[in-house]
């Protein structure tokens, strides 16, 4: 069993064998039951683990053309990209989404996109959304009705793209209109794992801003933010802790702007939590940026993507911390995987075709020890329960919570309001749940690395008919009729098919 000491196996083997009746566990009026983290196997979490890119380009054979679905490993092993990300993100124009005025190419069949979707959803993954106005860089990203419908608007430099002034009446009309319709189908957390609420400026990274008047700068953030908050009430909202946000001087890297923390604090206020797009780019991903994250550690997620694309223009060897040589990327990798490890990230990424290849065909150690080590992993040390118990009483269990991860579970969201927590249930002979007592007071944005968590729970049993059960524990979510909610760090053999930790027997008298 994974992650097991040999004096521990013989525990489970006993707590199993308890289970299904081999022992009179039931006569023990006391139980304690220890565990060790399982740092295997993926845990497909919301707002923890890989992020797997989709391109621009998507179409039909994407899968198949960058071999997503046959990645050779370094250490020999051929595995699914999607079997180690449980998150897609899709960086993608506003155009793409909505072609026409009220065409939601999401909604159709018939669409590229609908049919990205779809696959993403046959492979249990949930989506993240980045949509870019600016096309000064990439081509026409804003749809051109809005054009068409009088919005004034600036032209790149080879004369073909327009984009709207983000301060313009008609485009943020049109916008407002499309981001709803866009929250009316994904303000949903199964279907959508964040997203990327900004989306203005140079790639939608939230620099190199061209305003009308700007004067604007401001007024144009609190619109916007209040938009997504408003549209997206379910989905974590993550905004680009960038030193220029929203800046008007069209350039992307300098000194940090003055009004940068003014605008992050009310993205913050609004509910939204961070991110930041160069990470392993020691000139961009600077101080101002590692200590803002350490003042948010634990507080908010912090999401990650890695600066240096190593297949293209980039030249990655000319970084100025000197550990990144020509011909290399694995040193990029590493130094991606440094930076988020010291801003505690709860995501990093996969980034997209080559670099996806780098990361498994030369970093793929990496991989398995963000898996192990990155975001949260949540597992009991220690659950003690009663074997014996009386009809309609109470009994205590104590218990013990740990995260062997360096990132932190986000209960504390606006978006979850504290959603998930520590449940216990009484199962039947067929593994069933017959009645599930949830722990309301358990905080679970509070179990951090190095410090376990011990409760005390009462549990009432009135209602609950004589005979034998079996105790279980799950991370329940407290949306959906208390179901199991997140998979917890241990070896998936003690589970139940529906998530749940299987304890021991108990005798209701």
């Excluded at 196997?41 to 919301?46: A, C, D, I, T």
């Excluded at 899709?90 to 979707?117: K, M, N, V």
Aim: charged share 25%; hydrophobic share 35%; glycine share 8%.
């Amino acid at each position: 069993m994974n992650g097991m000491k040999m004096c521990q196996r013989a525990a489970v083997l006993c707590l199993l064998a308890a289970t299904v009746g081999l022992l009179p566990s039931q006569a023990a009026r006391r139980q304690c039951f220890r565990f060790e983290a399982d740092t295997v196997r993926v845990l497909r979490n919301p707002l923890n683990g890989w992020v797997m890119y989709l391109g621009r380009t998507w179409d039909d054979d994407f899968w198949a053309r960058e071999g997503y679905d046959a990645m050779e490993t370094s250490d020999g092993c051929v595995v699914r990209v999607s079997d180690y990300a449980s998150t897609a993100y899709l960086r993608t124009s506003w155009a793409s989404l909505e072609p026409e005025e009220g065409h939601y190419a999401w909604r159709d069949p018939g669409t590229r996109i609908w049919r990205l979707f779809k696959t993403l959803r046959d492979r249990n993954m949930r989506i993240a959304l980045r949509v870019v106005v600016d096309g000064r860089d990439q081509g026409q990203n804003t749809p051109l009705y809005v054009i068409e419908a009088g919005a004034a608007c600036y032209t790149s430099e080879n004369g073909r793209h327009k984009s709207p002034y983000p301060d313009d009446p008609v485009f943020q009309a049109k916008y407002a209109k499309f981001i709803r319709a866009l929250a009316e189908d994904f303000n949903d957390p199964d279907k959508m794992d964040f997203i990327d609420a900004f989306g203005l400026g140079k790639w939608g990274e939230s620099h190199a801003m061209v305003y009308r008047d700007p004067a604007n700068k401001i007024p144009v953030f609190e619109w916007i933010t209040s938009l997504y908050s408003e549209a997206f009430t379910r989905v974590p909202l993550v905004i680009h802790y960038h030193r220029l946000l929203a800046d008007p001087n069209g350039t992307s890297w300098g000194e940090v702007s003055p009004e940068t923390e003014q605008l992050l604090n009310i993205a913050i206020r609004k509910g939204y939590c961070l991110r930041h797009d160069a990470f392993g780019m020691t000139d961009y991903y600077q101080e101002w940026e590692k200590d803002f994250a350490r003042r948010w550690n634990f507080r908010l997620p912090i999401l990650m993507e890695g600066g240096w694309i190593t297949a293209a223009h980039h030249r990655y060897w000319i970084d100025s911390s000197g550990k990144y040589r020509q011909g290399h990327s694995e040193d990029v990798r590493r130094g991606e995987f440094e930076a988020s490890r010291e801003a505690h990230v709860n995501m990093m990424d996969f980034r997209i075709n080559d670099e996806v290849r780098s990361w498994f065909s030369k970093a793929f150690d990496l991989v398995k020890r963000f898996v192990a080590e990155g975001g949260y992993r949540l597992y009991p040390s220690e659950i003690e329960t009663p074997g014996r118990a009386r009809c309609n009483g109470t009994v205590q269990i104590r218990s013990c919570w740990n995260n062997v991860g360096w990132g932190y579970c986000p209960t504390n969201l606006r978006q979850w309001n504290q959603c998930y927590k520590v449940a216990y249930a009484l199962l039947d002979a067929g593994q069933r749940p017959v009645r599930v007592f949830t722990d309301l007071q358990t905080d679970l944005s509070t179990w951090i690395q190095g410090h376990p968590v011990r409760y005390e729970t009462t549990v009432d049993l009135h209602g609950v008919d004589r005979g034998s059960y079996t105790w279980a524990v799950a991370l329940v979510d407290t949306r959906k009729g208390n179901c199991v909610g997140l998979e917890m760090a241990v070896d998936d053999a003690l589970l139940t098919p529906d998530g749940w930790l299987r304890l021991g027997r108990v005798d209701i008298r």
